[in-house]
């Protein structure tokens, strides 16, 4: 075989209570592919991207990760796995009580203070490639607006060169402007650097740009997976109702 | 029948919700202790919250000391002056403050200083998925947020109850000495000749013990925090009342057993 897929969910669950959130999810990534997965709010999506990332242990399936199987991992493989993925949060979820430069560099020095010179000269690096300026170097994620807080959050995804990125809603929050360039760098990683990402939104602009292929979940299942060309002429009802944004139709 | 089934199903669901919560806080203390022994150490984080817990709690702890030594002066006095017994002044004195009062009123002070603002930071931490975001960047929350507080708490506690406890013996020394006429010599003589090195180790232990509870219930609630601001509120009271009533018991219970 050439090369086998990135990431693969088998079969995967999970409830909380008697509340069935992922309900037998398959789904296959291969290299390099910017993968988008769109649906409802509350359809499972953030779930879905935690149990890929190890931070909830799905009830029952597998996730292999270059052949790996990272639901049955124990703690300290996980660990050793994660070195491979960079998050993107939907609220940033920058450090406050740390300055720009030690928020981007945070994986590689693990929050301690050393190599100090070096490690600016990193977070600098890695601004610029969102472009951003290093005069924003000293000051604290509170200082800085909404879109630049979100380029601060992509640059500290990207400092330790993962292989795969997941963006969980990387333009919520954002004017249209302001999300379209948080399109366009999400564009440029995936060419630049080669990354397999992994995007979930609801925002259907945003997927036309980034993604090679769209799979739509819905009710804890994924109801078609398809590239971005066929995504509004699918023929499936789900996501003929979901891109148009209509009230009636299949999904109540 | 129907009433006393429902009063023995209700005392049932509060057993099992309340032994559902020691199990939690237990797996969360092994977690963070099991954890906390293997590299990496954070040093920096472990000092930072030193000056927090210790240092910047030390204003507060004054006070309270100063002002509960110099009441309970004046009490013992009052009391004692209807049967004669005014001379017991500083033996009472020190007894209270290094036993009871030093250790108690310090734990609860700084129970509500610092569990609450850890309850608070760590509650946010966790509904703006910043604690997430760590795990993501490769470092352990355990290690990096939560063993760093409860080792702090188990250092400063004890080295503030002591402080405490100085300064309590003074307040009384200063009713005694300038407002009840005693003579100063003679009433540091008498304060040396009660204090016993038995009683500065039970302060010692249940300063630890304290200590421990303080940081436990701050953590262990700003971890688990979730729903948003209101969220966060409600971790935080939890965490001073739950640290209250471990103090209070844990006191209760090492008394009991000390001096029984």
Request: glycine share 10%; net charge positive.
């Amino acid at each position: 075989m050439a090369s086998e897929p990135k990431i693969i969910l088998n079969d995967v669950g999970k409830a909380f209570g008697s509340n069935r959130v992922l309900d037998g999810v398959d789904l296959m990534i291969e290299r390099g592919e910017s993968m988008v997965i769109i649906g409802q709010s509350g359809s499972g999506k953030s779930v879905m991207l935690k149990c890929i990332l190890g931070l909830i242990r799905p009830d029952r399936g597998e996730i292999r990760v270059d052949g790996e199987d990272l639901a049955s991992m124990s703690t300290r493989d996980l660990e050793r796995a994660r070195a491979k993925f960079g998050m993107l949060f939907q609220g940033s979820a920058l450090f406050d009580s740390l300055p720009i430069w030690r928020n981007v560099t945070f994986a590689l020095t693990q929050g301690r203070m050393r190599d100090a010179a070096n490690m600016r000269r990193i977070a600098t690096e890695n601004l610029e490639r969102v472009g951003l300026d290093a005069k924003i170097l000293d000051l604290r994620p509170s200082e800085l607006s909404g879109g630049m807080q979100k380029r601060v959050a992509l640059a500290r995804a990207i400092a330790p060169r993962p292989e795969i990125i997941f963006f969980d809603e990387p333009t919520t929050g954002l004017d249209p402007i302001r999300a379209d360039v948080i399109n366009d760098l999400i564009v440029e990683l995936v060419e630049e650097l080669g990354v397999t990402a992994l995007t979930i939104t609801h925002d259907m602009a945003s997927a036309r740009k980034i993604a090679h292929r769209v799979a739509m979940l819905y009710q804890g299942r994924i109801v078609w997976t398809g590239p971005r060309d066929r995504l509004y002429d699918s023929g499936n009802p789900y996501v003929d109702q979901f891109v148009q944004g209509r009230a009636e139709g299949p999904i109540t | 029948m129907q009433p006393i089934i429902a009063f023995f199903a209700s005392i049932g669901r509060v057993l099992i919700t309340a032994l559902g919560a020691i199990g939690r806080v237990t797996v969360f203390a092994s977690t963070t202790l099991s954890r906390a022994v293997r590299p990496p150490y954070y040093p920096a984080r472990l000092f930072e919250q030193l000056m927090q817990i210790g240092w910047f709690s030390l204003p507060v702890v004054g006070m309270t000391a100063i002002f509960s030594g110099a009441a309970l002066a004046q009490q013992t006095f009052t009391a004692g002056s209807r049967f004669n017994a005014t001379s017991t002044v500083p033996a009472i004195v020190v007894l209270g403050i290094v036993r009871e009062l030093g250790p108690v009123l310090v734990g609860l002070m700084v129970a509500g200083r610092v569990s609450s603002a850890m309850a608070a930071e760590l509650g946010t931490m966790r509904v703006t998925e910043q604690l997430d975001a760590l795990t993501t960047l490769r470092t352990d929350p355990y290690r990096y947020l939560i063993a760093p507080r409860l080792i702090a708490a188990l250092i400063a506690i004890p080295l503030m109850v002591l402080i405490a406890n100085a300064i309590g013996i003074f307040g009384g020394y200063f009713v005694a000495v300038y407002k009840l006429d005693f003579n100063a010599i003679g009433y540091l003589q008498t304060t040396r000749q009660f204090l016993t090195a038995t009683d500065l180790q039970m302060a010692l232990v249940k300063s630890a013990f304290f200590g421990f509870f303080i940081a436990l219930m701050g953590c262990y609630h700003g971890f688990k925090a979730q729903g948003g601001a209101a969220g966060v509120g409600r971790a935080t009271t939890d965490a001073v009342v739950s640290a209250f009533i471990l103090i209070l018991l844990s006191n209760m219970i090492i008394t009991l057993v000390a001096f029984g």
